[in-house]
């Protein structure tokens, strides 16, 4: 059998929408620090409203893509603040999302999940601005707001995204990256599996693996060699 191309087992297997990284500082400073070790210069994504974050996107191949998230200053008291960015004390890979809308309806995936012992968060409507003013919409299946509601894990496993049909931020993102692998230690390294498992995800496929702390790590091909996050 021929070998799997890197981005076929995360786009057939994973079905990698994005993974989320983490600041504490100033998202220009991290934008330049993650230029610096890739080769790549992110570009500027938005604000998320009522969120208390702003991102930039790099395109990863296989329709995927990495955002940087930092809080936003414009918003130094949100309703809610979201992705677990409540408890960052450095850079950090904070979770990930698994798409729907290529492969099936989200209330399905969230009704299989909840069958499977797996609540994936309600389904809710989600907006921000471009920069050149148009609106991106989508829907997520979350539970993704502390580090704490996200469960076991605490971030390893991931939310559900749909984005209706839309073109994906990865379309517009610069490219030169590629995500090559996706690792992960758990604390709870059982009751995470289990929850991998009723989303339709192989552990193995993550290497999870049991560890002291929980920790997800991305490993990226880019121009300047493989950098992991």
Request: glycine share 10%.
């Amino acid at each position: 059998m021929p070998k799997k191309a890197k981005n076929d087992l995360i786009e057939e297997s994973l079905r990698v929408d994005h993974l989320v990284y983490g600041v504490p500082g100033r998202l220009d400073d991290a934008a330049a620090d993650f230029e610096r070790r890739t080769g790549v210069k992110p570009l500027v994504g938005g604000a998320h409203p009522n969120l208390g974050t702003h991102n930039c996107l790099v395109a990863l191949g296989g329709g995927a893509y990495f955002e940087i998230l930092s809080r936003d200053p414009a918003q130094p008291n949100p309703p809610r603040l979201w992705m677990g960015m409540e408890s960052l004390d450095g850079p950090t890979m904070l979770t990930w999302a698994t798409w729907c809308d290529r492969g099936g309806e989200m209330a399905a995936t969230v009704s299989k999940a909840r069958a499977a012992g797996y609540d994936p968060g309600e389904v809710e409507d989600f907006s921000r601005a471009k920069p050149d003013g148009s609106v991106l919409r989508w829907s997520l299946s979350y539970r993704h707001y502390t580090r704490a509601q996200m469960g076991p894990g605490a971030g390893i496993v991931p939310f559900l995204i749909d984005w209706k049909g839309a073109a994906t931020p990865a379309a517009t993102a610069p490219t030169g990256c590629e995500l090559v692998a996706l690792r992960a230690e758990a604390v709870d390294v059982d009751a995470v599996a289990q929850h991998l498992r009723a989303l339709g995800i192989e552990p193995s496929d993550m290497q999870l693996r049991q560890g002291p702390a929980d920790r997800l790590v991305a490993t990226l091909s880019t121009p300047r060699g493989l950098v992991e996050f």
